[in-house]
């Protein structure tokens, strides 16, 4: 009997390679993986040592008849979307608290981070999670250290039915007034005449303030009703606190909610108005006649040269942190006496720019600046500066709060 020889297997296939996808599918494909790793990266902080300052947008918007004429370098970086990259530390006015950016020849103040920790909670929504990261503790405990503390004594002003860090301001308010210069200062004449025209009226842009070094006495009401006033405005610029520099690189709306944080708001334009200058309509808070020996005002114009971030944002980035302290001309709240009001409330002109809220507006022009700040501006209490955006921000910017007074 024969065997049968064994068949062998029959080889076994290799499996069969999958192709890699090719044609438009392929391409959009390795688009959007690139598109998502561009995105991770693009909010991540540059490596150590680089400096690397990513540039934003303008920070400016259009100029509104009543505004005043933009420095050269006017434009700031706009607001990122992303609202942890806002959170602020005192330094100046961010909205929250101010986390204050020291000036060259003076260390950051301690207080400075916890308040603009504040302003990071402020931009992400809840203004009690703010007010509780003023203090550190409860929104309680944050609206006692600012509006409970002890009153300052020998300052100006009465706290009658206010919190103890604010002054009150009652009076009749004239809303129109006629304020007319007598000698203005020499580099608005030169600019006036190097723009007249045949009609000798000032035509084109310009970068010149109109300065007015001194007005006729006394500034007539066009009004024929004046408005009875009473309320209650922080007696210093944001964190208010005396000693303190002023926040700055703050929004407007970072303000209004800082000062919806600690149970007060932003004020009026009329409410700053008042509050600087008294019944007797002063066009300075001081007086008739400009002096840069009162108020921090007419300092030497700094052209900026790198995008600013938020506050914050700012003192994580080596190169915006160094152009910051160079820019800043600052001066801590109170320190000259001379700046105050009729009411008792200290630097309303100049230092730094004041947001207010513009009642009959809607967004995003409720927004305006006041006061002026410490460059060669305009630097009174009525001009307002109505063309910068309730998002916009900047080296120059801050605020005050204000708050209704108690029923008599």
Known sequence: ?????????????????????????????????????????????????????????????????????????????????????????????????????????????????????????????????????????????????????????GLPGSSEGCPDDMVLVEGDYCPVVDQICLKHHKEYEKDQERRATPYKEAEGPT????????????????????????????????????????????????AVKACEGVGKRLCTEDEFNFACEGEEMLPYTYGFARDATRCNIDRPFRQR??????????????????????????????????CVSPFGAYDLNGNINEWVVRPGRKSPERSGLKGGWWGPMRGRCRPTVGFHKEEDYGYEQGFRCCKDAAVR
């Open 305 to 338: 040269e790198v995008t600013l971030y938020h506050y914050e944002r700012c003192m994580r980035h080596p190169r915006c942190k160094a152009e910051l302290e160079r820019l800043d001309q600052r001066v801590p709240a109170g320190s000259m006496p001379a």
């Open 207 to 254: 970068s010149v303030s109109e300065r007015c070094l001194e007005y006729r006495r006394p500034t007539e009401c066009l009004s024929k009703k004046r408005a009875p006033m009473r309320f209650c405005v922080d007696r210093y610029e944001w964190p208010n606190r005396k000693g303190e520099l002023p926040a700055l690189l703050v929004s407007w709306r970072q």
């Open 1 to 153: 009997m024969s065997r049968r020889s064994r068949r062998a297997a029959p080889p076994v296939a290799p499996p069969r390679r999958r192709r890699a996808p090719r044609g438009p599918c392929a391409v959009s494909l390795a688009f959007l993986c690139g598109l998502t790793a561009a995105i991770l990266a693009c909010d991540s902080p540059p490596p150590a040592g680089t400096g690397a300052v990513a540039s934003g947008g303008p920070e400016r918007a259009g100029a509104a008849a009543d505004a005043e004429p933009a420095p050269p370098d006017a434009a700031a970086a706009k607001p990122s979307d992303a609202a942890a990259e806002l959170s602020y530390t005192p330094a100046e006015p961010p909205y929250a608290a101010a986390e204050l950016s020291y000036t060259p020849a003076e260390p950051p103040y301690a207080g400075a981070a916890m308040s603009y920790a504040a302003a990071a909670a402020l931009d992400g929504g809840a203004p009690d999670a703010a007010a509780a990261a003023l203090d550190g503790g409860s929104p309680d405990a944050a609206a006692a250290a600012l509006d409970g503390g002890a009153p300052d004594a």
